[in-house]
């Protein structure tokens, strides 16, 4: 068994392919577990509490609120910061990409989603009055769970989505 430490709280944990994403505070530590190489990878303001990866890019949420974005890069230089998506008014809690989206949930009781081409919010959703705190895309649905005591549902149609009972 191998022991890594960090020095800091590790606030999210994902693994993509032989790499291991640890969330940290204004940063995430990349690990390669086939090459046993690490990098550190500045952006982030404040503690990462969610990551995702899709498109060849990782994502990470923080307790800022910001969601700093990776685009995978060369073998010796593997992630280049690219950009901080704004909207978020607190902390990003969790994340989900289902088609061409990421859903990011936040404390701010807000589901945006972001188009995974573009990098922009396309849709703000204010279904939940407290933290969102879970996500899910199952078949034609977008799954939110939350602080306030409910789960929801809200279905996929082109270019809109709509609440499902």
Known sequence: MRVINL???AGSLI???P???IGMPNAVKALNIQRAK????????????AMAVANDMLFAG???GMISVWNGNTESDPFK????LKGHDGAVVCFIVGGRYLYSGSVDQTIKVWDLNTLQCTMTLRQHTDTVTSLLCWDQYLISGSLDGTVKALGFFPNRLEHIR
Do not use: I, K, M, N
Not at 38 to 49: I, K, R, T, Y
Not at 81 to 84: I, K, L, M, N
């Open 7 to 9: 020095g800091a709280e």
């Open 15 to 17: 693994s993509e392919g």
């Open 19 to 21: 790499w291991v994403f």
């Open 38 to 49: 690490d990098f550190h990878l500045e952006g982030p303001v404040g503690q990462v509490h």
């Open 62 to 64: 923080a307790s800022s």
């Open 81 to 84: 910061y690219v950009t901080s």
